[in-house]
């Protein structure tokens, strides 16, 4: 099984910067990809953005030219740098991993972190 820890997050004034983290521990054969996803209240969760093992990113119109994902494969850990930001982009940011227990066993599933709160206000 895999667990996803997030730090990084807090409380900043619009235009600020944050840098959310998130590494995976446990056992598994392999993350496909990893990437971070945002919930909002009264709003549904989206993807914000995610890297592949191809390194090949996505990103969230709204936040294209602002965050930056990175992964580290060596430490399993991916990282969100989140430059100007704005009041919209206040929200819960959950880290997620397409997982593989284990080599020859089909199928894959999805891990999820417990979140970190980003929140940005004067």
């Known amino acids: 099984q895999v667990q996803l820890v997030e730090s990084g997050g807090g409380t900043v004034q619009p235009g600020g910067s944050l840098r959310l983290s998130c590494v995976a521990s446990?056992?598994?054969?392999?993350?496909?990809?990893m990437g971070w996803y945002r919930q909002a209240p009264g709003k549904s969760r989206e993807l914000v953005a995610r890297?592949?093992?191809?390194?090949?990113?996505n990103y969230e119109d709204s936040v294209q030219g602002r965050f930056t994902i990175s992964g580290d494969n060596a430490k399993n850990t991916v990282h969100l740098q989140m430059n100007n930001l704005k009041p919209d982009d206040t929200a819960v940011y959950y880290c997620?991993?397409?997982?593989?227990?284990?080599?020859?066993?089909?199928?894959?599933?999805?891990?999820w972190g417990r979140g970190t709160q980003v929140t940005v206000s004067s």
């Open positions: 890297v592949h093992s191809d390194g090949s990113t």
């Open positions: 997620n991993a397409a997982v593989v227990e284990q080599e020859g066993v089909p199928g894959h599933f999805s891990a």
């Open positions: 446990g056992t598994f054969f392999r993350i496909y990809n």
